[in-house]
């Protein structure tokens, strides 16, 4: 074992998680009692929140609001150094990870918690004209785009121009897609309400493309019905059977059936397709791992990699069976209960115990989405809300889930000022002010059509 020495003389296993989202975060703090030194590495110094990441990019929170730096969550646990650093490679027989700076550092045991990106079906160069929102950098590029359409707006005196740029077009409706379409219809029919002189923010076109049958399709039906009545009353046109054939900087080409259409639209947003963090690939290659075709890393029932006990991978990035055979989805809960159930398997094995691990086991705790103000649809184990019940419910568990008190606080108050003015006070154009139009090239239109059929987000 590759071992520190205590200053009791004795030696503790090095336990090493990447990555400090939900699932590292939860696996460092089950561990804060083991016998065992953590090191947590992450590219960013900071625990982001990711199911309120579109309130950022849609102005209703800061980034501040959702974001805990990691050394301040973890200051009182003795047992965990934060390193502020990216994986590039590993060598798992040797056991030793390589860092951006070219050092090397080795484990005992590894725990894998590197989440996903954005997926554009082998079309990269759509990202530059729709942004996914994985990050705060998205959320506020997302947020400087749609603020400044308005803007844009406002100065323009050709009518069909104007149209364009109060077009705005999100591409998957799955809970982010669903959010974000909302907000800004949020935004146009009431936000900007009276803000400008020259246009009329209520004649905002969103369109929410969906290549399934409903929005919310991993939702139940009626759930899905609600918050497409939800969405229409906020003015959104849901496209649905509808798949992305092309984009460009101002256009998105539809293809529905057999008919293509041509969208003028200066805002596209992307919320569909994942595929898992980079680090994923070269865990494959260097264990021989089995991935999936969102290049997931197909984990045993104890969540470990073939022939390799020691590395553990959780969350986004671990493709694990549920009872119907399809991957447990990309939720906070499964990150969160995979990092504990590997936690307990860790102070096990310490305490000597060899036998059989119980496979992992997820409990479904339900899921939900918002739909603007006063509106969620929420799957509580079966128990189908909507409207403002649903909305409260919403409201208090991801405030619950905040990491720490003070944002909680931040996020309450943010929220009851904008439930009563319906004003958004995190409304800033940051970055390049007045960018310049991004170039269109020449080639707008996949060869391979059928590729491109997003699934649900």
């Known amino acids: 074992m590759n071992t520190q020495t205590t200053p009791r ?37 900071f625990h982001l929140f990711q199911p309120l990441l579109y309130q950022v990019a849609t102005g209703g929170l800061s980034p501040a609001n959702i974001a805990a730096p990691l050394r301040a969550i973890l200051k009182n646990q003795t047992n965990v150094q934060v390193l502020l650093a990216r994986v590039e490679n590993i060598n798992a027989a040797e056991k030793y990870l390589t860092l951006n700076d070219g050092s090397h550092l080795s484990y005992d045991i590894l725990i894998v918690a590197v989440g996903m990106r954005q997926h554009y079906f082998g079309n990269d160069h759509w990202e530059r004209y729709a942004p996914g929102l994985k990050t705060i950098e998205d959320a506020t590029n997302i947020r400087r785009r749609v603020l400044f359409a308005f803007e844009a707006a406002e100065r323009e005196s050709d009518p069909e121009r104007v149209r364009e740029l109060l077009t705005f ?4 409706a799955g809970p982010t897609g669903v959010e974000l379409a909302g907000a800004i219809g949020e935004i146009a029919n009431y936000t900007l309400r009276n803000n400008f002189r020259n246009i009329d923010p209520t004649q905002a076109r969103v369109l ?27 003015g959104v046109t849901v496209r649905l059977n509808t798949f992305v054939r092309g984009l460009s900087a101002d256009t998105v080409t539809l293809k529905s059936g057999d008919q293509e259409e041509i969208v003028r639209a200066q805002t596209t947003l992307w919320s569909t397709g994942v595929r898992a963090a980079t680090f994923a690939d070269a865990l494959a290659a260097a264990t ?71 496979p ?30 649903g909305w409260l419910i919403w409201l208090f568990v991801h405030l619950m ?38 170039p269109t090239p020449q ?15």
């Open 9 to 45: 003389g004795g030696t503790l296993p090095h336990v090493v998680i990447i990555g400090g989202g939900f699932g590292g975060l939860n696996a460092a703090q089950a561990l804060r009692r083991a016998p065992v030194r953590i090191t947590l590495l992450d590219a960013r110094n």
């Open 169 to 172: 077009v999100v591409v998957g």
């Open 208 to 234: 929410l493309v969906e290549g399934a049958d409903r929005v919310l399709p991993t939702y139940p039906p009626d759930l899905s019905a609600r918050a497409a009545e939800s969405l229409a009353k906020l």
């Open 288 to 358: 021989g791992a089995p991935q999936d075709s969102a290049a997931r890393l197909m984990v045993q029932p104890d969540l470990t990699l073939p022939a390799f006990p020691e590395i553990f991978v959780i969350g986004d990035a671990a493709h694990y069976p549920d009872k119907d055979g399809k991957p447990l989805p990309g939720v906070a809960q499964v990150a969160i209960q995979q990092a504990k159930y590997a936690a307990r398997l860790i102070k096990a094995r310490l305490r000597g115990d060899t036998g059989s691990p119980k």
């Open 360 to 389: 992992f086991r997820y409990t479904d705790l339900g899921s939900m989405a918002t739909i603007g103000r006063a509106a969620a649809v929420a799957n509580l184990r079966g128990l189908h809300i909507h409207g403002l019940l």
């Open 401 to 438: 889930a905040l990491v720490k008190f003070q944002n909680r606080l931040l996020v309450l108050i943010q929220w009851a000022w904008s439930y009563f003015t319906r004003n958004r006070a995190a409304r800033l154009i940051t970055g390049d002010i007045l960018p310049a139009p991004l």
């Open 443 to 457: 080639a707008q239109h996949s060869p391979q059509p059928e590729a491109h059929k997003q699934p649900t987000a």
